[in-house]
């Protein structure tokens, strides 16, 4: 018996590449494609040779898809009479399958790396097939782990795609990407201008076609009205500000790795109990947690934006969509699966929504009652990981919010940046956001080196900020209050606090002399924060105050060594912030007497 191993690598680079949301999602596509039609595709055709009526794995519908996985009559055990193949994960960009015989696996590999050429060039597919083993005698987890070893070696031993698009001779360059072109691209009229493009441009363009299909499944599935934006022109023509949302689980590669250990078979074979058993369970625990971690992702993304959807008339975009009988929803998601999620959104709505999410996919892992028969696989692969420390999953997003026409891809560069800094909250969910109100660029560093004042001791700036709830939180951790997203909103909800005549109780006036005074450095921020503290206390004003610090009325914290303010936090957010209807109550029906 032998394992077989498929993956892609360099991603977010692939997909990444252009400033073309077309390419991106396409390449987005191809790169689901890969792990699962491909190589469904192949292992079906394979086992067509010997039974002609063998039905096929693959499905367009994602819901099917998983279903197939988990039947047995479809996808049986390996170890049954007459199997040949078995398929223990199929997913974006990854699969990895059991064989009987290792000719079988580089068939299989054969056929979806050629087709990757063809159909996918610039995508970097690596496969693989373990030496052979024995399924009664060596435990599998140990042959997942040398076999991901393997792979990694061969991948560094071979030369990288960009070298399969040489600039010699020369040739035009394509308009998108770069590379050399391989064909003129000629547009209808009134579409973009015709221009030359490189076979990759080329076939991820191709690949986007896909892409809005299966899109529109989900949201049919979900009963939800309408269709993603199809391209970054649709948001730019009715959303003021467009957000990049990346988010991505803490410690799930780790569990991947560990999971002979995380699923219980470890300490059952140090027990004395047999591989053959041991295997059986690792490979139907692998396939249910792979599955169910898509589930509880789909699951929380579709529920953060029927939360979005809600605020209908509140949010600009949704009215002016609505105003021109369009039937478009403000947001387009280019990643959407496993623990990762990438979207395009509405800047208004950008950080409601990517708190719901985050919360959201802390509720739906912690679920005892997943559907198609997972229950609660992933709160007990969780609570026995040391990475998670948990009975759930957590996931940290970043939020760059930029103008239209923005670069896209510059724009991707810094939400990185921020998930990196939300990452230093883990385990705990947390969000990082910044935006971008010039074009001066897109590197955090340098964007948070001009938020210090005071020779660089005093930080304008409190965020990360944690979304994990506080019941949640590890008891005496002060850090993890002091960027508590629940007193974020507090902040805002008090910037937003309108009074009988509909007006603002904290005036605008004060609030901006506030942030001026924060740019002069701690002793004058504060001078000005005293002198109307007292005069604004009712309105809700002391919001702002620090607490601790042996009573003083300031707008800082002290935090490793240094001083933070969250003042400029709240203002920034509330510029991107859709109203609830307790914030708005007031101010709506002044305006409805009107």
């Given at each position: 018996m032998n394992l077989v191993l498929i993956e892609t690598s360099g991603n977010q680079q692939y997909i990444f590449a252009t400033n073309k949301l077309r390419e991106n999602v396409g390449a987005s596509e191809l790169t689901y494609r890969v792990g699962t039609e491909w190589v469904l595709g192949a292992v079906h055709g394979l086992l067509k040779d010997t039974d002609p009526s063998v039905r096929p794995l693959w499905d367009e519908d994602v819901q099917q898809l998983r279903e197939n996985l988990l039947n047995r009559d479809l996808n049986p055990p390996i170890t049954n009479t007459g199997v040949s193949t078995e398929v223990i994960v199929a997913t974006s960009g990854k699969a990895m399958l059991l064989v009987e015989n290792a000719e079988s696996g580089k068939k299989i590999i054969r056929e979806v790396t050629c087709r990757a050429l063809k159909d996918a060039p610039g995508l970097d597919v690596c496969g693989i097939v373990s030496d052979d083993f024995d399924w009664k005698a060596?435990?599998?987890?140990?042959?997942?782990?040398?076999?991901?070893?393997?792979?990694?070696?061969?991948?560094?031993?071979?030369?990288?795609s960009t070298l399969r698009f040489l600039r010699l001779p020369v040739v035009m360059e394509c308009a998108t990407s770069g590379m050399p072109a391989a064909e003129w691209d000629e547009r209808k009229k009134g579409e973009e201008p015709s221009a030359a493009r490189s076979a990759v441009s080329l076939k991820k363009r191709k690949g986007s076609e896909s892409y809005g299909p299966r899109m529109k499944k989900l949201l049919r599935l979900k009963q939800i009205a309408g269709d993603f934006a199809r391209n970054i022109g649709v948001l730019e023509?009715?959303?003021d500000w467009l957000a990049v949302v990346h988010a991505d689980?803490?410690?799930?590669?780790?569990i991947f790795l560990d999971f002979w250990k995380n699923s219980g078979c470890e300490a059952r074979q140090e027990e004395g109990e047999a591989s053959e058993k041991l295997n059986r369970d690792y490979v139907e625990t692998y396939r249910k947690f792979s599955i169910a971690l898509d589930v509880c992702t789909q699951e929380a993304f579709i529920i953060a934006l029927q939360n979005m959807l809600k605020w209908k008339n509140k949010?600009?975009?949704?009215?002016?969509?609505?105003?021109?009988?369009?039937?478009?929803l403000p947001i387009l998601p280019i990643l959407l699966g496993g623990d990762d999620l990438t979207v395009v959104c509405d800047g208004q709505a950008a950080l409601q929504f990517t708190h719901d999410f985050l919360v959201e996919f802390e509720q739906q892992t912690a679920r005892p009652d997943l559907p198609l028969g997972l229950d609660d696989i992933i709160p007990k692969i969780a609570a026995a990981a040391p990475s998670v420390n948990a009975n759930r999953l957590s996931a940290c997003a970043g939020?760059?919010?930029?103008?239209?026409?923005?670069?896209?891809?510059?724009?991707?560069?810094l939400s990185e940046q921020l998930i990196t800094s939300a990452k230093q909250m883990k385990p705990r969910s947390a969000l990082d956001f910044h935006a971008l109100y010039d074009a001066s660029g897109s590197d955090l560093d340098r964007i948070r080196q001009k938020l210090r004042v005071d020779e660089g001791k005093t930080l304008l700036y409190g965020r990360p900020y944690v979304v994990t709830s506080r019941g949640d939180l590890p008891i005496g951790n002060e850090a993890d209050y002091r960027h508590d997203w629940q007193k974020l909103e507090a902040r805002i909800e008090a910037i937003f606090k309108k009074d009988d005549d509909g007006r603002r109780r904290l005036p605008n006036s004060q609030l901006h002399d506030l942030?001026?005074?924060?740019f002069l450095g701690e002793k004058a921020a504060d001078a000005r924060y005293r002198l109307i503290r007292q005069r604004y206390k009712e309105q809700g004003i002391t919001t702002f105050d620090e607490a601790g610090e042996g009573g003083r009325q300031s707008l800082f914290f002290t935090e490793n060594g240094g001083r933070h303010?969250?003042?400029l936090d709240a203002l920034d957010a509330a510029n991107f912030w859709v109203e609830t209807d307790e914030e708005?109550?007031?101010?709506?029906?002044?305006?409805?007497?009107?």
């Amino acid at each position: 018996m032998n394992l077989v191993l498929i993956e892609t690598s360099g991603n977010q680079q692939y997909i990444f590449a252009t400033n073309k949301l077309r390419e991106n999602v396409g390449a987005s596509e191809l790169t689901y494609r890969v792990g699962t039609e491909w190589v469904l595709g192949a292992v079906h055709g394979l086992l067509k040779d010997t039974d002609p009526s063998v039905r096929p794995l693959w499905d367009e519908d994602v819901q099917q898809l998983r279903e197939n996985l988990l039947n047995r009559d479809l996808n049986p055990p390996i170890t049954n009479t007459g199997v040949s193949t078995e398929v223990i994960v199929a997913t974006s960009g990854k699969a990895m399958l059991l064989v009987e015989n290792a000719e079988s696996g580089k068939k299989i590999i054969r056929e979806v790396t050629c087709r990757a050429l063809k159909d996918a060039p610039g995508l970097d597919v690596c496969g693989i097939v373990s030496d052979d083993f024995d399924w009664k005698a060596r435990p599998l987890g140990e042959i997942v782990s040398e076999t991901h070893r393997q792979l990694d070696q061969k991948r560094e031993n071979r030369p990288g795609s960009t070298l399969r698009f040489l600039r010699l001779p020369v040739v035009m360059e394509c308009a998108t990407s770069g590379m050399p072109a391989a064909e003129w691209d000629e547009r209808k009229k009134g579409e973009e201008p015709s221009a030359a493009r490189s076979a990759v441009s080329l076939k991820k363009r191709k690949g986007s076609e896909s892409y809005g299909p299966r899109m529109k499944k989900l949201l049919r599935l979900k009963q939800i009205a309408g269709d993603f934006a199809r391209n970054i022109g649709v948001l730019e023509k009715y959303c003021d500000w467009l957000a990049v949302v990346h988010a991505d689980g803490n410690g799930v590669g780790q569990i991947f790795l560990d999971f002979w250990k995380n699923s219980g078979c470890e300490a059952r074979q140090e027990e004395g109990e047999a591989s053959e058993k041991l295997n059986r369970d690792y490979v139907e625990t692998y396939r249910k947690f792979s599955i169910a971690l898509d589930v509880c992702t789909q699951e929380a993304f579709i529920i953060a934006l029927q939360n979005m959807l809600k605020w209908k008339n509140k949010l600009r975009s949704l009215r002016r969509i609505k105003e021109n009988r369009g039937d478009v929803l403000p947001i387009l998601p280019i990643l959407l699966g496993g623990d990762d999620l990438t979207v395009v959104c509405d800047g208004q709505a950008a950080l409601q929504f990517t708190h719901d999410f985050l919360v959201e996919f802390e509720q739906q892992t912690a679920r005892p009652d997943l559907p198609l028969g997972l229950d609660d696989i992933i709160p007990k692969i969780a609570a026995a990981a040391p990475s998670v420390n948990a009975n759930r999953l957590s996931a940290c997003a970043g939020l760059a919010i930029v103008k239209p026409h923005f670069p896209f891809s510059a724009a991707y560069d810094l939400s990185e940046q921020l998930i990196t800094s939300a990452k230093q909250m883990k385990p705990r969910s947390a969000l990082d956001f910044h935006a971008l109100y010039d074009a001066s660029g897109s590197d955090l560093d340098r964007i948070r080196q001009k938020l210090r004042v005071d020779e660089g001791k005093t930080l304008l700036y409190g965020r990360p900020y944690v979304v994990t709830s506080r019941g949640d939180l590890p008891i005496g951790n002060e850090a993890d209050y002091r960027h508590d997203w629940q007193k974020l909103e507090a902040r805002i909800e008090a910037i937003f606090k309108k009074d009988d005549d509909g007006r603002r109780r904290l005036p605008n006036s004060q609030l901006h002399d506030l942030r001026g005074g924060l740019f002069l450095g701690e002793k004058a921020a504060d001078a000005r924060y005293r002198l109307i503290r007292q005069r604004y206390k009712e309105q809700g004003i002391t919001t702002f105050d620090e607490a601790g610090e042996g009573g003083r009325q300031s707008l800082f914290f002290t935090e490793n060594g240094g001083r933070h303010t969250r003042l400029l936090d709240a203002l920034d957010a509330a510029n991107f912030w859709v109203e609830t209807d307790e914030e708005n109550e007031n101010g709506q029906n002044k305006e409805d007497a009107r």
